[in-house]
């Protein structure tokens, strides 16, 4: 049974930090692309970062390059969104989800599809505020 589990989110002020965490279990992690999304309220949900499976290559959109970094963990089947310099247009609900697939390839300049991905968490709430 596939399963993600997203904690980390919280309320912080600009300029802040925080790491996002995704626990999985029911696949194995290193076959996979796992895909970092967002939704803030009135928007569309976008995709912030992936991994492909295909290459291990990642992707950022434009507005997080050089404050998010994505990482796995293979031994506690973890990913990990760290987010620094954070701003209030990062405000918003933070999924992780998962596409099954071994040769995944989600580093184009459109970044991940919401609609490939196949098992998703349950979203964790970043706000960023003074």
């Known amino acids: 049974q596939v399963q993600l589990v997203e904690s980390g989110g919280g309320l912080v002020q600009p300029g802040g930090s925080l790491r996002l965490s995704c626990a999985t279990s029911g696949f194995q992690l290193d076959f996979h692309s796992i895909g970092w999304f967002r939704q803030a309220p009135g928007k569309e949900r976008e995709g912030v970062s992936c991994?492909?499976?295909?290459?291990?290559?990642?992707y950022y959109v434009d507005s997080v390059k050089g404050r998010f970094s994505v990482s796995r963990d293979y031994a506690k089947s973890t990913v990990y969104l760290q987010m620094n310099s954070l701003k209030p247009e990062d405000t918003a609900v933070y999924y992780c989800?998962?596409?099954?697939?071994?040769?995944?390839?989600?580093?184009?300049?459109?970044?991940?599809?919401?609609?490939?991905?196949?098992?998703w968490g349950q979203g964790t709430q970043v706000t960023v505020s003074s």
């Open positions: 991994i492909s499976s295909s290459d291990f290559s990642t």
């Open positions: 989800a998962v596409r099954i697939d071994n040769y995944y390839y989600c580093s184009g300049p459109n970044g991940p599809n919401q609609y490939d991905y196949d098992y």
